[in-house]
Each structure stands twice: as C-alpha cells, then as structure tokens.
C-alpha cells in the first residue's frame, strides 16, 4: 500500500516562528503536493515537486517555501507563521505517468497560529 | 484560481436514494478524478475519468465526462451512511503535474 505520511498531525506555533511541516511517501513516486484546505475554499495547491531539487509555485504560494532534496521527502516551510497561515496542510503524491494518475494523500496537518 | 466547482455545495438524502454531484471546470484537461474526504482526514481517491471518456463506472459510482460542457458528474447509487463524506472533483491541467481541485459537495447520508 502507497503511505504518505506527514510529520504532525497537530501543530501549534506562535506568530513569527518559522514553520517546517514535513511529509514523505514510499511508493517512489516523482510528484509531490502540498495543499491547504479551508472552509468553503476546498482544497488550494501551494507547491509541487516535479522531480528532486524541482519545484513550481501553485495557487498561493506567498508566504511559504518547499524543500525536496531527496525523492522521497517534500518540505513546506513558513518562513514566519502569521494567523492567516493557521489550516489544514495536505501533502500528497502521485507518479509521473503510470495506469492511473491519482494523488495518494497523507492524513493532514491542522496548524493553528497564535 | 479554482479549476473546479462543485454543486451542490450540500446535499442530504436518505439511505437508499442515489446522490448525483456535478463539477465544471475551465480549461483542458488530461483527466478528471473524484475523491472523497472523511471529516477531517486525507482524501481518498475514487475514479478517474480520462479526457477521451464518456463515462466510468465502479462499483455504485458512475462518473461522466462532458468535455464539450467542461463538466462532470459523479452518481453514488443506493446510498448508505458510510457514504456520508464531502467529494472533490480534481482535473489535471493538460501539459503539466498541475490537479486543480474544487470546492467540494458535503454529502450527508441518513440512516
């Protein structure tokens, strides 16, 4: 079975602190996601990884920034949390090309700024 | 901005009746997928529809795909609680990784 799994499931994080939210697959997949997800605005990409040390900007990336230095692991970063960063995180995977295209996702990172 | 959008935004029926949630989209796509999220959990992937596919059937579920209308509908048959989740549509963007999703369709299923 493809896992994605993220670091945290909860976080806490005052305003101003530099956020890492990390997320790693193990079904050697090439792209990877990260999304948030807010009320009655589904689901918003933030990032995603084409290949290792790849990287494009989605819909809304102000305010953060990715690593991926190894196939496996995608990094978001919040270089400083502000209140408005406060959501859920969805970080997902998928193949370049295979049978199907689906996105395999983690089960979610809720972050709350104070 | 958001590829998709769903309607309706929610949707409550009784156990049994079937469930039909429809999603339009903007711009080419390589394929549409629909996914289903648990509260407060990941998304689980459904069905994918690819874009030179009319329809796809698995199990209770029957996706279209009207790429003349850039829309999609996705029909659960004889629902059950179970089903009680909200569902995404997700299209891929032709020439990129890019899946854009919706807004979603809340679907509450009553026993």
């Known amino acids: 079975d493809v896992k994605v799994t993220q670091s945290s499931r909860y976080l806490v994080k005052r305003t101003g602190e530099k956020v890492f939210l990390e997320c790693v697959q193990d079904?050697?997949?090439?792209?990877m996601f990260w999304y948030r997800q807010d009320p009655g605005l589904g689901l918003r990409l933030i990032y995603f990884?084409?290949?290792?040390?790849?990287?494009e900007k989605g819909d809304i990336p102000e305010g953060y920034s990715v690593s991926r230095e190894k196939k496996e692991r995608f990094s978001l970063i919040l270089e400083s949390a502000s209140t408005n960063q406060t959501s859920m995180y969805l970080c997902?995977?998928?193949?370049?090309?295979?049978?199907?295209?689906?996105?395999?996702f983690g089960p979610g990172t809720r972050l709350t700024v104070t | 901005s958001q590829q998709g959008e769903e309607d309706p935004q929610a949707l409550s029926i009784q156990e049994g009746e079937n469930a039909t949630m429809n999603c339009s989209y903007k711009?080419?796509?390589?394929?549409l997928q629909w996914y289903r999220q648990n509260s407060g959990r990941g998304l689980v992937h459904l069905i994918l529809?690819?874009?030179?596919?009319r329809e796809k059937h698995s199990g209770r579920l029957r996706v279209t795909l009207d790429t003349s209308k850039k829309s999609s509908s996705l029909l659960i048959t004889a629902s059950r609680a179970a089903d009680t989740a909200s569902y995404f549509c997700?299209?891929?963007?032709?020439?990129?990784?890019?899946?854009?999703f919706g807004t979603g369709t809340r679907l509450k299923v009553l026993a």
């Open positions: 997902a995977s998928s193949p370049h090309r295979g049978p199907t295209y689906e996105q395999y």
């Open positions: 079904m050697d997949h090439e792209n």
């Open positions: 990884s084409y290949d290792v040390k790849m990287k």
């Open positions: 711009t080419s796509i390589n394929n």
């Open positions: 529809i690819r874009s030179n596919e």
């Open positions: 997700a299209t891929e963007i032709s020439g990129t990784y890019k899946y854009i």
